[in-house]
């Protein structure tokens, strides 16, 4: 029996540390939130935000800074076995990037002391929210209520206005008007609200002119505008990949596949491929989107085209991405 209560304390301990703690950390000063394939992960801002309780597979991470004027920054990355992964928050040029600082497996240590737990879903509820005590609200209704003088009113009603004068040179009169009322009674709450505003109207006139013809002017005589396709040229190299394995080997030692897809980028510009070729760099690439991406510019490389056409519609489960990658062949040149 005893026996039998060690093997699942351990089994326990092993769920326990089976899954990931991401930690992404900003020495800029800058607070932001962590997203998560869509969900956001904290409720309340920080310079270091950790999510512990990552389950293996793909991740999209955003971060969304809370100053209101950083640029996010868009990570794509895939878990493959339980691992603590640090990053942290990098500048170049002005653009924002994640770089990884460290990745080691999920040994005895624990997820550190302030990491949140990570929210599947938006029904899950953040583990960073603040608590607000039973005793807190009352002192909180207390205070409102001697503010407000509310207490005990004579008539059973209570009578709430509000007015709002703004002045605006911009306005015909020069003043803009609100006037807000609420009335509440001991069987319900009756809410009116009158808004009372005056405002200058002011036409815009936009002129756009293409090889002489105004487009405005056809619009309004009723001849429909058109719009050329932009054609893209194909690259001319004279070096071709001698061998894709190689290059795989190399993507597959970077974590982030944002780093992989800027790593293949930068390797393969000066060289042409076989459709082949192109097809396995391209499969290793978990995301539709980074597989659409660079699929449309090992297209402009590769030098059987025709077989690039059918072969690389493969790689896209969603309809839209295979028309998207059909449209663009056909403005290649």
Do not use: W
């Not at 026996?3 to 703690?21: D, E, H, P, R």
């Not at 990053?87 to 002391?113: D, H, I, Y």
């Amino acid at each position: 029996m005893r026996y039998i209560v060690l093997t699942i304390q351990l089994f326990a301990f092993s769920i326990g540390f089976s899954q990931s703690t991401l930690s992404v950390f900003n020495n800029g000063g800058q607070q932001f939130y962590v997203i998560l394939n869509g969900i956001k992960q904290n409720s309340i801002p920080q310079t270091n935000v950790s999510v512990s309780g990552i389950k293996n597979g793909p991740y999209s991470v955003k971060v969304i800074f809370a100053d209101g004027k950083t640029h996010d920054i868009d990570k794509n990355f895939f878990i493959e076995e339980p691992s603590f992964i640090t990053t942290r928050v990098v500048f170049k040029k002005g653009k924002g990037k994640l770089q990884l600082m460290g990745m080691e497996p999920v040994g005895s240590q624990a997820a550190p002391t302030n990491a949140v737990t990570y929210r599947p879903d938006e029904q899950t509820i953040f583990s960073d929210a603040p608590v607000i005590s039973q005793s807190t609200q009352q002192t909180t209704n207390q205070t409102v209520t001697q503010t407000g003088q509310t207490s005990a009113p004579q008539n059973g009603s209570v009578g709430f206005n509000m007015n709002v004068s703004v002045q605006d040179p911009t306005l015909n009169n020069g003043q803009c008007g609100m006037n807000v009322s609420v009335n509440m009674n001991g069987t319900g709450t009756q809410t009116q609200q009158t808004s009372s505003q005056s405002v200058q109207t002011t036409t815009v006139t936009t002129s756009t002119t293409v090889n002489g013809t105004n487009l405005n002017q056809a619009n309004t005589q009723g001849q429909p505008s058109t719009t050329t396709a932009t054609s893209v040229q194909s690259i001319k190299c004279v070096n071709i990949l001698a061998d894709e394995q190689k290059e795989i080997a190399v993507l597959k030692k970077l974590t982030f596949e944002e780093d992989r897809k800027e790593q293949l980028i930068k390797d393969v510009s000066d060289y042409c491929m076989t459709a082949s070729q192109a097809y396995k760099l391209i499969e290793i690439f978990t995301f539709e989107s980074d597989r659409l991406e660079l699929a449309k510019y090992l297209y402009l490389r590769v030098i059987d085209k025709d077989v690039a056409q059918t072969k690389f519609l493969d790689l896209f489960t969603f309809d839209s991405n295979k028309v998207e990658f059909r449209d663009y062949c056909r403005t290649v040149k």
